[in-house]
Structure formats: structure tokens, C-alpha cells
Nanobody, 125 residues
């Protein structure tokens, strides 16, 4: 499975960005997806996850209300809408996929078998 993330960039604090991720998985519609991020000098952390059908979503406390995860199973894509961005949101954002057919949400990076290359989000103050 290959994951291609895009949509990162430089934005001022308070601004918005929309990240996209395209998966090559054959059974994308049965597989849970997640977004993680790694800021400068920090460990990779959970941001958001969505179950296979898109009706269950979870968020890290630090992004809840400001970020929205969604998916389009017809296009094999998952999205992360980020609003009211803060400088502390600056990070390399990774799209991740659970093993094909594993549809439930997990927060731990170890539960995800496939990772994209990351897309950089920089929020200036």
C-alpha cells in the first residue's frame, strides 16, 4: 500500500489548510486511516483517526474542534481540514493506514502498517 499526502504549506496563525492523502489500497473502504504529526524535536504524535465507514472519528485533545478528519471511499482518499492553526501545530504531517481490512480506530502509531512520506505544515506567529 502506498500513501501520498499533500496540502501542506506555510500559513499564518489563525489560518486554515486542508491535507489530502491518496491510498493505493485495494480495500480502502474497509480500512481505518489516521493522521499523525512530528514537530521539531518531538516524537510522532496522534492527531486524528477515522474508521472504515467514516462515521466514527477521534481526535487528539490538542486539535479537537479545530481539525476535522474525513474520507471519500470512492476516491481512496482521506482528508484533514485544519482551522484556527497555531504555531504549535507546525510539524510534518503523516497519513497512515491500518492493515487492509482492519477497520477500527486506533491512536497508537504501532497499529498502523503503512505510512506516507509526510507533508510539512508551518504556522507562523
Amino acid at each position: 500500500v502506498q500513501l501520498q499526502a499533500s496540502g501542506g504549506g506555510l500559513v499564518q496563525a489563525g489560518g486554515s489548510l486542508r491535507l489530502s492523502c491518496t491510498s493505493s489500497a485495494r480495500i480502502f473502504s474497509s480500512t481505518a486511516m489516521g493522521w499523525f504529526r512530528q514537530g521539531p524535536g518531538k516524537e510522532r504524535e496522534f492527531v486524528a483517526a477515522i474508521n472504515y465507514g467514516g462515521d466514527t472519528k477521534v481526535y487528539a485533545d490538542s486539535v479537537d474542534v479545530r481539525f476535522t478528519i474525513s474520507r471519500d471511499n470512492r476516491k481512496n482518499m482521506v482528508f484533514l481540514e485544519m482551522n484556527r492553526l497555531k504555531p504549535e501545530d507546525t510539524a510534518l504531517y503523516y497519513c497512515a493506514s491500518r492493515l487492509q481490512g482492519w477497520g477500527s480506530i486506533e491512536r497508537s502509531p504501532s497499529e498502523y502498517g503503512y505510512w506516507g512520506q509526510g507533508t510539512l505544515v508551518t504556522v507562523s506567529s
